[in-house]
């Protein structure tokens, strides 16, 4: 369906195939448990950039608004690597085509997975990576959540752009994630 101008694209779990299990994975945003809701953002990560591309649709900028959809950079970067590009190489690409917008100013509004259900979930996506498992941890390393995988961390160094909602936001997002760029104070943090 169109929304004025812009082409609206949904994403729904309840069809066949699907188990009762997954297709109940849409049904309800921001609920149930940590395996619903690293579901959820596969979903529209992974399936978001999927339905993208087979509706024919190549977006030159992405936007990933806090962790939600943040599993399409993996899903890029793996786009990338099919190609034979290493992985230093397709997280560059992506990134530089990649909007992440923080709004939640506090720890406990970013999603973070424990590792055992990111590696349950993800496997594949690792994989088609072909990166280790501690490569791939460290692109959702937090010291927030040090034995967790934070979407925020991967939203973060998969995205060139990074804003917040107001200048105070900015400031509090830059003393939150002074942890991915060490080598600058936190006033010169890139974070609009």
Known sequence: PRVGNVRLVLLDTDIEPNNAIDKAITYQLYGGDQETRIAQEMVLGIGGVRALRGLGLQPTVWHVNEGHAT?????????????????????????????????????????????????????????????????????GRSPDFPDRFSMTALGMLGAKYRNSVSRIHARVTSEMTDYLWPQISIDENPID
Request: charged share 25%.
């Open 71 to 139: 599993f399409q950079i993996s899903e890029r970067c793996g786009e990338w690597r099919n190609e034979s590009m290493d992985m230093d190489a397709a997280l560059e690409i992506v990134a530089a085509g990649t909007v992440f917008t923080t709004h939640t100013p506090v720890a406990a509004g970013h999603d973070a997975f424990d590792q055992q259900l990111v590696r349950t979930y993800l496997e594949p996506w690792r994989a088609r990576l072909e990166v280790s498992w501690e490569r791939f941890f460290e692109l």
